[in-house]
């Protein structure tokens, strides 16, 4: 059965309690990553090595861009996942969760095998100096060895979420962030195994997250519907899996390509610029990690709401979450025009800089509103499984992303960088926001 089939009409009330029991633990959930991040950089920090830290921030990009893109095992379960439960079908719901699983297997098991291209690629495209390279190698090398079971736990935390289990969710990610940050400063400092010592550590935090997941969601699962092979590898139902998660790949690389062009251009204003464009970029980062909570629960509730084909639940889902999103971004802009520029002041040092970030202040404080739409759609569309369009709007957004760096950095400079910023975030939700009552018609009715 996919999202568009008519089925009977399983009623169901969203209420704000239903939106907050997903996205504030889940909030807290993606607020541990940026923990472990400074946790791993202070651990090889104590070396007073710069070639270290600098390896570490290095294999961290490469490894970010690398599984951000595959960050589709997660959402794309999620989607599924919500729309069996809206229909009560137990076993559709352990089907595609075990369809995630070895499409997770199978992609951690390529990194494997490419790891060592990946790894060199990374370090000829970030060109950093042989210390660093070589750092850099060390902690790629053996991470990638925990590939498959750091991509099984997107399939977990997606089975999860889908389920609406969001607290589940926060307790896994808390058990794999906390084991990795505890190991990192015992074998990365307490042994002195430095960078090594902290890429072991996150392989097996997620190996120990994995298997408490599994033990988990199992002893969950009601064995009288339990999927038979046949039903996990149904093929229409695979390919429909693999099709929107492709598509969800490719929304992905094309926001990482944004990023990445907005961040060459800064470059091309020179150190000062660059350095002040990173620091404000910083505002737009923490408003995301609650906005990613928002979404996250129009994800599960509006998945929900199709599989039950109930029209009523799928707006209330879109109009709650954009609601609070949007309070939220609106609370977040408040807070950086106030205490931006002490801010600033307190993350660097450099007067340049300073000085630089608080001209572009304006551009920053506006960005979580400016993007808050994109992410409640992405949500919304993830949920409903229409991956297709939120792929095209992602690259005609991207298209007039690229237009506008053309048409005005070589005329306002910096402020035409952020003001380009500013309408890619907001022309991807309106594009999307736009065409969703004739989405959900097709769905409806």
């Not at 923990?35 to 961290?60: E, K, N, R």
């Not at 095992?73 to 076993?91: H, I, K, M, N, P």
């Not at 707006?315 to 205490?339: D, N, P, Q, S």
Request: glycine fraction near 10%; charge should be positive; charged fraction near 10%.
């Amino acid at each position: 059965m996919t999202a568009s089939t008519p089925s009977a009409t399983r009623p169901f009330e969203v209420t704000n309690r239903m939106v907050f029991a997903i996205a504030a633990p889940m909030t807290l959930a993606f607020l541990t990553t940026p923990i472990l991040g400074i946790v791993d950089t202070a651990v090889i920090g104590q070396f007073g090595d710069a070639a270290l830290i600098g390896g570490l921030a290095i294999g961290a990009v490469i490894f970010d861009f690398v599984f951000s893109m595959l960050n589709f095992l997660r959402s794309g379960t999620t989607g599924f996942v919500a729309q069996a439960l809206g229909r009560g079908d137990e076993t559709e719901q352990q089907a595609v969760f075990w369809r995630a699983v070895l499409l997770a297997a199978g992609f951690g098991l390529a990194l494997l095998v490419l790891a060592w291209p990946i790894r060199e690629l990374g370090v000829l495209l970030l060109e950093p100096g042989p210390g660093v390279a070589e750092a850099t190698r060390t902690y790629v090398t053996i991470r990638m060895i925990g590939a498959p079971v750091s991509l099984i736990n997107y399939a977990l935390l997606g089975l999860l979420l889908g389920q609406g289990r969001a607290t589940a969710g926060l307790l896994l990610q808390t058990l794999i962030n906390g084991i990795n940050i505890a190991l990192s400063i015992w074998l990365g400092l307490g042994l002195g195994w430095a960078i090594a010592g902290v890429a072991l550590a996150t392989i097996i935090g997620e190996a120990v997250g994995a298997a408490a997941g599994f033990w988990w969601i199992l002893r969950k699962f009601d064995r009288a519907h339990a999927p038979s092979w046949a039903r996990i590898l149904h093929r229409p139902a695979f390919l429909r899996l693999v099709s929107v998660n492709r598509d969800i790949m490719i929304r992905s690389i094309a926001l990482l390509l944004a990023y990445g062009l907005f961040t060459r251009a800064g470059a091309q204003f020179g150190a000062v610029t660059l350095a002040a464009n990173a620091i404000l970029m910083n505002f737009y980062m923490i408003a995301g990690y609650y906005l990613d909570g928002f979404a996250t629960a129009a994800e599960q509730i509006v998945g929900r709401s199709i599989g039950a084909n109930h029209r009523p639940a799928f707006w209330r889902a879109v109009k709650l979450t954009c609601v609070w999103g949007f309070l939220l971004a609106g609370f977040t802009t408040a807070a950086v025009f106030l205490f931006g520029e002490p801010v600033i002041h307190f993350m660097t040092t450099a007067a340049g800089v300073r000085e630089e970030a608080t001209e572009f202040l304006f551009w920053a404080a506006i960005a979580a509103v400016s993007g808050v739409l994109a992410f409640q759609m992405d949500g919304v569309y993830i949920g409903a499984t229409w991956s297709s369009d939120m792929r095209n709007m992602m690259l005609a957004s991207l298209a007039i992303f690229v237009v506008l760096l053309f048409m005005l950095v070589p005329v306002w400079g910096n402020h035409g960088l952020w003001f380009a910023l500013n309408v890619f975030l907001g022309a991807r939700g309106l594009m999307l926001l736009a065409i969703l009552p004739r989405k959900a018609r097709t769905v409806f009715g």
